[in-house]
T-cell receptor, first 116, second 110 residues
Framework: DAMVIQNPRYQVTQFGKPVTLSCSQTLNHNVMYWYQQKSSQAPKLLFHYYDKDFNNEADTPDNFQSRRPNTSFCFLDIRSPGLGDAAMYLC???????????????FGPGTRLTVL | QKEVEQNSGPLSVPEGAIASLNCTYSDRVSQSFFWYRQYSGKSPELIMSIYSNGDKEDGRFTAQLNKASQYVSLLIRDSQPSDSATYLCARTTAGNQFYFGTGTSLTVIP
């Protein structure tokens, strides 16, 4: 089945140790998103790629970076994780960008990050 | 994210009743609206999308959009215990912006 896949599902890292989260999709969608979701809060958009065009949200910390080497894969790099970065990280895809008629987002299962 | 307002709940309804979830938003340029369901510890899953004023029905779910009054609602008929979850309202704008509400927690009591 076409889907959005995230690896790993659970990630434990140490304070300050870089970590990379992975997302892949078989939907052939143009847009890929990364969200951070903390307990009892709404998902917070960090950035998104429209094809190779990177769009960073204004309040996304510099500690968070992303790479999209091809249509299918997108990575979230956290350069120096702090305790406050512990959260669920959600990857999503959509055929078109926000505001278009086909902008419905489909989410992967998420990666739960623990920072020790 | 103040751009989308939802009552956080919790909302409790008995099994078989109609659950009504509401969402308001703050500007008139929103174009697309979505309702997602999120079970605890899981990722959001799409229930409905709606783009035009009026009602849109899909099984037990009905989304209602009123752009003049800037609200979108979700009705769940014949509520089941399996409907117990957090419901997230979301909207997008032509300006490439996407906003989630904080979600409403729904509990369906058997």
């Amino acid at each position: 089945d076409a889907m959005v896949i995230q690896n790993p599902r659970y990630q434990v890292t140490q304070f300050g140790k870089p970590v990379t989260l992975s997302c892949s999709q078989t939907l052939n969608h143009n847009v890929m998103y990364w969200y951070q979701q903390k307990s009892s809060q709404a998902p917070k958009l960090l950035f998104h790629y429209y094809d190779k065009d990177f769009n960073n949200e204004a309040d996304t910390p510099d500690n968070f970076q992303s790479r999209r080497p091809n249509t299918s894969f997108c990575f979230l790099d956290i350069r120096s994780p702090g305790l406050g970065d512990a959260a669920m990280y959600l990857c999503a895809t959509s055929r078109d960008g926000p505001g278009r008629i086909t902008d419905t987002q489909y989410f992967g299962p998420g990666t739960r990050l623990t920072v020790l | 994210q103040k751009e989308v307002e939802q009552n956080s709940g919790p909302l409790s309804v008995p099994e078989g009743a109609i659950a009504s979830l509401n969402c308001t938003y703050s500007d008139r340029v929103s174009q697309s609206f979505f309702w997602y369901r999120q079970y605890s510890g899981k990722s959001p899953e799409l229930i409905m999308s709606i783009y035009s004023n009026g009602d849109k029905e899909d099984g037990r779910f009905t989304a209602q959009l009123n752009k003049a009054s800037q609200y979108v609602s979700l009705l769940i008929r014949d509520s089941q215990p399996s409907d117990s979850a957090t419901y997230l309202c979301a909207r997008t704008t032509a300006g490439n912006q996407f906003y989630f509400g904080t979600g409403t927690s729904l509990t369906v009591i058997p």
